[in-house]
């Protein structure tokens, strides 16, 4: 068994030939150049691909595998220079009931083994999807609906950040989970904690107690790859491997979840869309207290709290520990030119992260900035929310 990186949410910006698969990402973010990143810079041991349904990003998946560099394997995934596992997904947006009777969407990533079953799954979604080539577009169907098309083609479903005020199955539809899927709820043995949440937050839900979290990165940049990452116990890199750990069975498991501080996230708090401000009311509140407008966007913290079952958090026994990761990236005075030298030196940002001393990082960048990222790895920071779309902020000290 070994102990491996593993984020399984990064988006494709566009296609080899410059085709748009995700509008608002990266030009750069490929199939080819994520592979490569995950492998030389982050030491990302697996990594989720989630625009693969895509006919264009079909199209290049096999001219990569013509090159050489990367061969798909029996147990699924495709193994990029026996560094990286790629597993094949595909983001779907999700038509639901949501509160109310008003019309509700959520995400949700699907994985599958092989390229044949993306491409199948690709042709059946294509009658359900009006635009096949982008990523993440509305379907006609529903999340009950969705677990037997994946299923059918040897899948799996995750439901995505789950808590954030749009697109997502708590934050946009429902207080309960089970009241979309129903008996198939069970199905379901794992979601994404989104940027926002936390496993703190996240077990105030009893429903989702048996449920593996994980925490991933939701890409639309290379630089923004492993911002939240998993570790996981497997006996090797494959997809079998993954739903094995995400399920708990013959000895892997996830074994720690890396994420943000949810104050970090964009979307934690709740928002005035008419003053601006992010609103850190004790209890959650409808009402702006800055200027009275009702033109309010509900954030992570502030839903949970009002869909909460529970007075306290309480984690289930074999729940891995979540600790608060600041990405290089978020560090002040941690810029580009920094990382470019660190990486140079040391290999990669999982290195960086996990295994260096401070004397280590201090002859490379200087005390000041190993200080920082020393005080960041143990959680000596001061955070400043964030909500309405714009990331917290990072004071060290």
Excluded at 13 to 26: H, L
Excluded at 274 to 289: D, G, L, R, Y
Aim: proline fraction near 4%.
């Amino acid at each position: 068994m070994e102990e491996v990186f593993a984020d399984l949410h990064v988006h494709i910006g566009r296609s080899e030939n410059g085709k748009p698969i995700k509008i608002t990402a990266a030009r750069s973010l490929n199939f080819a150049n994520i592979a490569k990143e995950c492998a030389d810079r982050k030491g990302i041991n697996i990594v989720g691909i989630i625009d693969c349904a895509s006919p264009y990003v079909i199209e290049d998946i096999e001219n990569f595998l013509k090159t050489g560099e990367a061969y798909e394997i029996e147990d699924g995934g495709i193994i990029y220079k026996d560094k990286v596992c790629i597993l094949l997904g595909s983001e779907v947006e999700t038509s639901e009931v949501g509160r109310n009777g008003k019309c509700g969407a959520a995400h949700n990533v699907c994985f599958f083994p092989h390229l044949s079953d993306i491409k199948g799954f690709s042709k059946e979604m294509s009658r359900h999807i009006h635009n096949i080539t982008l990523s993440t577009q509305r379907s006609d169907v529903s999340g009950y609906e969705l677990i037997d098309i994946v299923e059918k083609y040897n899948g799996i479903l995750i439901p995505a950040h789950c808590f954030t005020p749009f697109k997502s199955y708590y934050g946009n539809c429902v207080d309960r989970m089970k009241d979309i899927f129903k008996e198939k709820f069970d199905k379901i043995f794992s979601i994404e904690l989104g940027l926002s949440a936390d496993t703190y937050l996240a077990d105030m839900i009893t429903e989702l107690e048996d449920k593996t979290f994980v925490t991933n990165s939701d890409a639309h940049s290379l630089p923004k790859i492993a911002r939240e990452y998993n570790k996981m116990l497997v006996n090797d890199i494959s997809f079998k491997e993954v739903v094995k750990a995400l399920k708990g069975e013959d000895g892997r498991k996830v074994l720690c979840n890396y994420g943000l501080d949810p104050k970090l996230g964009k979307y934690h708090r709740t928002f005035c869309d008419s003053c601006n401000q992010v609103i850190e009311t004790k209890e959650p509140v409808a009402v702006c207290p800055f200027c009275g407008s009702d033109k309010v966007t509900f954030g992570v913290f502030d839903r949970i709290e009002l869909i909460k079952d529970k007075e306290k958090s309480k984690s289930p026994a074999n729940r891995p520990p979540y600790v608060y990761q600041v990405p290089l990236t978020f560090i002040p005075g941690v810029g580009n030119k920094t990382i470019d030298r660190l990486l140079d030196s040391f290999g990669t940002e999982m290195t960086i992260l996990h295994k260096l001393s401070k004397d280590d990082i201090e002859a490379v960048v200087g005390e000041k900035v190993a200080n920082e990222i020393i005080a960041s790895r143990e959680g000596k920071m001061k955070i400043h929310a964030g909500g309405g779309g714009v990331y917290g902020k990072v004071t060290v000290g």
